[in-house]
């Protein structure tokens, strides 16, 4: 069972930054792929960014061109770098990993963009 650690969320104005992290109980290199969803009040859980074990990327529409993807290998950890924040990037964060036995899910983290 892999167990999936979220730090980072917090509250910005808008046109802020914030760096997620999710840091994983084993090698990040051993895991197909992982990713960050959110979950806004009332709304279906969505893929924001994903990297694979190789190093690709992928990033939803509405964040590209704001937010990055990067990992740590000898830390085990995937972080989500945020720029350029709006009000509609408020949703709770969550890390996922696509492992050869299972998908497991961080406990999420809130992020909050208001003035």
């Known amino acids: 069972q892999v167990q999936l650690v979220e730090s980072g969320g917090g509250w910005v104005q808008p046109g802020g930054s914030l760096r997620l992290s999710c840091a994983a109980s084993e090698s990040i290199v051993s895991i197909a792929r992982m990713a960050w969803y959110r979950q806004a009040p009332g709304k279906q859980r969505d893929l924001v960014a994903s990297i694979t074990q190789f190093g690709n990327r992928n990033y939803a529409d509405s964040v590209k061109g704001r937010f990055t993807i990067s990992r740590d290998i000898a830390k085990n950890t995937v972080y989500l770098q945020m720029n350029s924040l709006k009000p509609e990037d408020t949703a709770v964060y969550y890390c996922?990993?696509?492992?050869?036995?299972?998908?497991?899910w961080g406990q999420g983290t809130q992020v909050t963009v208001s003035s």
């Open positions: 996922n990993a696509l492992h050869r036995v299972g998908t497991y």
